[in-house]
């Protein structure tokens, strides 16, 4: 978890990118005034993209560019200046298509990981400001100019890369606002995800709703829901994940659990993963974001759809020989 509480933005540039970027001469120093309020304006929306990475590399950890200039930076062998230079040079050769804009380079103190406090350092681009009225009323009268600036929603891509004091890798929380954008975690930073609660939560969710859908054919559309629905309570009402047990209580039956096992094999080769645990943390925030993109829908033709919490005793699915078409019978105590 990161804590931005008593976070400041020591040291701020500001770039722009173009086919002819402009590239600001030296950094600021930020005053008392602004640190605090600028520090929480960067940071605000980037703390609470889900996940977190590391660097990567194909061929080695240590080639890694921007990783390279970070561990510099944070070693005291780059300033500010040099660092931010250097890595509009690793963004502008990262994807030859990336839109105009400004890139902010920021050093901030005080930012906390896991209660641990970190070196840190955020990397922040704005492809277009929001116009704001700032009105000034005196006793002469009322002046209004329209300016542009940025605010916490304005920034559309972000890195924030800590090291905290007690390792010796650094750890990074990344955020862009369109999340089929490939150059800003691939080709840019070059990162994959830090293989911690939050990963294996996902991960494991990932799994089970794909199996659910796209799995044993034993299964009808009824049971599928309900496998979905027993897998969301499962790692709602629990603090651990225990494959054993998460078989026993959900999967049930000894032919849906071979189906599963795979299933699961399948699905690590070919999303290219390292073998999920069979015993973990359960994250509650990697949770709370797989479960928005959990549906358990039953679509009829394009009239109708049956939405299925619980309860699979009280759904049932037959067929009509009179009027030669499917249908779903329903049980329920009062309508609202």
Not at 53 to 62: E, K
Not at 157 to 178: C, R, T, Y
Not at 194 to 211: A, M, P, V
Request: charged share 30%; net charge negative; hydrophobic share 40%.
């Amino acid at each position: 978890m990161i804590v931005i509480n008593e976070a400041k933005a020591r040291k701020l540039i500001v770039h722009f990118h173009a086919k002819e970027s402009i590239i600001s001469p030296d950094y600021l120093e930020c005053d008392s005034l602004i640190s605090v309020p600028l520090a929480h304006v960067l940071l605000s929306r980037i703390i609470e993209a889900p996940g977190e990475f590391i660097f990567n590399h194909q061929v080695s950890l240590a080639l890694n560019p921007v990783r390279m200039l970070m561990k510099a930076y944070f070693e005291g062998q780059k300033n500010l200046q040099e660092l931010s230079e250097a890595i509009m040079k690793v963004l502008s050769s990262s994807e030859k298509n990336i839109s105009e804009g400004q890139v902010y380079v920021v050093d901030f103190d005080q930012v906390v990981l896991d209660g641990i406090e970190c070196k840190a350092l955020g990397i922040f681009k704005i492809d277009r400001k929001q116009p704001f009225i700032e009105s000034d009323v005196s006793l002469r009268g009322m002046k209004m100019t329209l300016n542009e600036g940025v605010g916490k929603r304005d920034f559309n891509k972000g890195a924030l890369i800590l090291l905290p004091s007690d390792q010796e890798e650094m750890v990074l929380k990344v955020f862009q606002n369109h999340p089929d954008i490939k150059y800003w975690k691939n080709e840019f930073l070059d990162i994959r995800p830090l293989e911690n609660e939050f990963y294996q939560t996902k991960n494991t969710l990932d799994l089970y709703k794909d199996f659910a859908l796209k799995g044993p054919t034993v299964l009808g559309k009824i049971d599928q829901m309900d496998l979905l629905n027993r897998t969301v309570d499962y790692f709602g009402n629990n603090n651990e994940y225990n494959q054993a047990e998460f078989e026993d209580e959900v999967l049930a039956s000894s032919e849906i659990k071979q189906a599963f096992q795979v299933y699961k094999e399948d699905f690590e080769k070919k999303h290219g993963m390292a073998e999920i645990s069979d015993q973990f943390a359960i994250s509650k925030p990697a949770f709370k974001a797989a479960k928005k993109y959990i549906r358990s829908v039953i679509k009829l033709d394009r009239n109708f759809h049956v939405y299925v919490h619980g309860q699979r005793q009280e759904i049932e699915r037959g067929y009509d020989e009179v009027r030669g078409k499917n249908f779903y019978k329903l049980y329920f105590d009062e309508e609202s």
